[in-house]
Each structure stands twice: as C-alpha cells, then as structure tokens.
C-alpha cells in the first residue's frame, strides 16, 4: 500500500485556487510532521509549507498568505489550499511524512532529508 497519495492537481487560470489533497495510509498519522514540496523541471524540491503534530505550521516566503496548509487526523489527510495561483506556482506538488512530529522546527521540516515517505506527486499547471 503506497502511504501517501496527493490529488487535487490540474489546470486552473492565473488567480484561480485549488486545494491538494494528501491520503496517507500511516498508521499513526498523527504522530508524523507533514509538508509539501514542489519541483519545477530540472530544479531541486523545494519546501512549500508543512504542519506539525501539534498543527504549527511554517510556510516558505513564497508561500505565505497565500497558501494554507492543514490536516484532518481522523482522515489521515494533510491539505494544501492555493489561493491566487500564478503562473510561477506551475510545478508537480509533493506531500511528505517525517517522524520527527512534535520536534519538527520551522526550520527542520525545510529539509528533504528528514521525511521518510513521499507521495507520486500531482501535477499543478497555472495558465494566462
């Protein structure tokens, strides 16, 4: 069983907003730290936002005020809301799982290397 799976990607226009979605198979979801990360062609990941287990969360520059991450517990689901996309934002979206939960920083979560699982990524594609 894959243990995340992102949906929620697609085509929207410039302005738009669409909010990614993250299933996890985890069983103890809610002790793991979640982030998602994007990736334009050719480039490396980069942090988007993430969530603690305790829900703070901390959100790359680009990302601030702009998007909102949250995560839903019972439904072993971590959301990615993305409001006033542009055409910059076009890349695939990653969510990630890292065991670190509570002691995750807003700093350490930026970090590839301390999430354990990564979904097959969803593809977000910003258009005039």
């Known amino acids: 069983q894959v243990p995340l799976v992102e949906s929620g990607g697609g085509l929207v226009q410039a302005g738009d907003s669409l909010r990614l979605s993250c299933a996890a198979s985890l069983r103890t979801f809610s002790m793991y730290t979640l982030s998602w990360f994007r990736q334009f062609p050719g480039k490396e990941r980069e942090f988007v936002a993430g969530i603690t287990s305790s829900k703070s969360t901390s959100y790359s520059a680009a990302a601030q005020g702009r998007f909102t991450i949250s995560r839903d517990n019972d439904q072993k689901t971590t959301y990615l809301q993305m409001n006033s996309l542009k055409l910059e934002q076009t890349a695939v979206y990653y969510c990630?799982?890292?065991?670190?939960?509570?002691?995750?920083?807003?700093?350490?979560?930026?970090?590839?290397?301390?999430?354990?699982?990564w979904g097959q990524g969803t593809q977000v594609t910003v258009s005039t």
């Open positions: 990630a799982a890292s065991l670190q939960g509570r002691s995750a920083t807003a700093q350490s979560m930026r970090q590839w290397k301390i999430y354990t699982y």
